[in-house]
């Protein structure tokens, strides 16, 4: 299993700005996607933006144009920039990375870090 450390959350006004870090350590031989999902109150946890080994991206309609992921081979991890951000937005985020390492190929997930958008 490995380390996943989340930050860069917090409370920002509606229009603001945030960027959150996820780094991976551990026993990782290969990543072939890291992601990030949401979780808001009452509801299921979606996935918000994905990023895969070859460095395609994949994003939720409702964060397109807004969110930018991006990656750190060298150093195992993800970025998600937000911009333009709205009270919808308030939701835990999860960081999630898909790997191959010593237990074989897992699915791995932050504790979440706390995102509020209000004013």
């Known amino acids: 299993q490995v380390q996943l450390v989340e930050s860069g959350g917090g409370l920002v006004q509606p229009g603001g700005s945030l960027r959150l870090s996820c780094a991976a350590s551990g026993s990782i031989f290969s990543i072939f996607a890291m992601g990030w999902y949401r979780q808001a109150l009452g509801k299921p946890r979606d996935l918000v933006a994905a990023i895969i080994s070859g460095g395609s991206t994949n994003y939720a309609d409702s964060v397109k144009g807004r969110f930018t992921i991006s990656r750190d081979i060298a150093k195992n991890t993800v970025y998600l920039q937000m911009n333009s951000l709205k009270p919808e937005d308030t939701a835990v985020y999860y960081c999630?990375?898909?790997?191959?390492?010593?237990?074989?190929?897992?699915?791995?997930w932050g504790k979440g870090i706390v995102v509020t958008v209000s004013s």
């Open positions: 999630n990375v898909d790997y191959f390492g010593v237990s074989g190929r897992r699915d791995d």
